[in-house]
């Protein structure tokens, strides 16, 4: 892999921020480091770009150690969340920033500046001054400065979190088809899930210093490998449930027993596991209570009341309170508010954390 971070570790004021965080990032990947704010991404970015040490790790690329390399040699764009364009100058000078820094000569810089600026739709503003344009405008000019000089690896600290909800999912898709079209490896650093979503090859997923999971979006959506990766995501479908036979897989959940699949060993008989339901999953099947199959059917039946149905592209999103938990599923059929219904998950879907 190009980008090789190993067992960065890095504190402040004797707090531990960065506990031996390691990932790897492939040529023409975009990654998307996600965690709650705080949680020292920014930080990591810095440490990879050469502005701060770590206390102990290394980033190596193609296989060479960074560590006495200062920043500008490193051939890295980082593009900081507040974009930290130079206000006095125009939109042009702006962008042409780094190329001059490599001396390049006057014609070679013009023509580079200009076909950023056509990349990101801006050709026409290049006489601007970067204080008379929006937030959106700005957030392009700051990506067409950082791609600019070419760099190896393009990082971005959170490039869409000044922007209203609105703008964002724009941005996004002209974001993403650039990024393809630079063919570069990306860092981007987000505390947005859906934002992560929408762009990652990868998920990186940091909490309290040390890296809980990582994996293609949809394996992570699919399998959260713990509580916080499900919570983070806005999985909130956790039953807790007690073990009836460890060698059997049988576990005892809402008055059914449920046959666990294959996923993490289970504690002894009466531990407690939590399990996680998925809102939308194939076999799931919502009945309203009259028409409910019989209660001996294997797996798992949950009863409860419809609390709000929310119609969403296509399908209906539902809130279903039962006597002890709000679960969230997704049905094609339509269900009102006060509905009684049974819930049939099936096992074989039910996973530990
Ligand atoms: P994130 O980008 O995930 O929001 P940061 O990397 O910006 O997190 O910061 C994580 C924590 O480290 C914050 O609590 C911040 O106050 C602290 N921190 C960051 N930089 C410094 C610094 N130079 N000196 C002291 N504390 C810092
Ligand atoms: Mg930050």
Not at 168 to 195: C, F, W
Not at 198 to 208: E, H, P, T, V
Not at 287 to 298: N, V
């Amino acid at each position: 892999m190009p980008l090789d971070v190993r067992k960065i570790y890095k504190s402040y004021d004797n707090a531990p921020l960065l506990k031996g965080v390691s990932f790897s990032v492939d040529s023409g990947e975009t990654v998307c480091l996600l965690g709650r704010s705080g949680s020292g991404k920014s930080t990591l970015l810095r440490i990879i770009a050469g502005l701060e040490q770590p206390e102990s790790g290394t980033v190596l690329w193609d296989g060479v150690d960074l560590l006495n390399t200062p920043v500008h040699e490193r051939g890295f764009s980082l593009m900081f969340q507040d974009y930290a364009l130079f206000p006095h100058r125009s939109v042009e000078q702006n962008v042409a920033f780094g190329l001059r820094m490599q001396n390049l000569p006057a014609d070679t810089i013009h023509s580079r500046t200009m076909e950023m600026l056509e990349l990101v739709h801006m050709a026409d503003f290049a006489r601007r001054r970067v204080t008379d344009l929006s937030g959106g405008e700005q957030q392009r000019i700051a990506l067409a400065r950082a791609l600019a000089p070419r760099p190896k690896l393009l990082m971005l600290d959170e490039p869409l979190g000044a922007l209203d909800r609105t703008l964002k999912q724009s941005l996004l898709d002209e974001l993403r088809r650039i990024i393809r079209k630079a063919n570069i490896p990306v860092i981007y650093v987000t505390h947005d899930q859906e934002e992560a979503f929408s762009i990652a090859d990868r998920l990186i997923m940091l909490n309290a210093g040390e890296i809980e999971q990582i994996g293609a979006p949809e394996d992570v959506y699919r399998h959260p490998g713990s509580l916080w990766v499900a919570g983070f995501l806005g999985l909130g479908n956790v039953l807790s449930g007690s073990v009836v036979s460890p060698s059997n897989r049988t576990v005892s959940v809402s008055g059914c027993i449920v046959n666990m699949p294959e996923c993490k060993p289970l504690p002894e008989a009466g531990g407690r596991v939590n399990l996680l339901l998925l809102p939308d999953v194939p076999g799931l099947k919502i009945h309203r209570e009259c028409d409910a199959p019989d209660p001996g059917q294997p797996g798992l039946n949950l009863h409860g009341t419809v609390s709000e149905s929310v119609f969403l592209e296509g399908k209906y999103r539902l809130t279903v309170q039962t006597n002890t938990h709000t679960l969230q599923f997704v049905s094609q059929a339509r269900f009102n508010s006060g509905d009684k219904v049974t819930i049939h998950y099936p096992s074989e879907e039910v996973q530990c954390l």
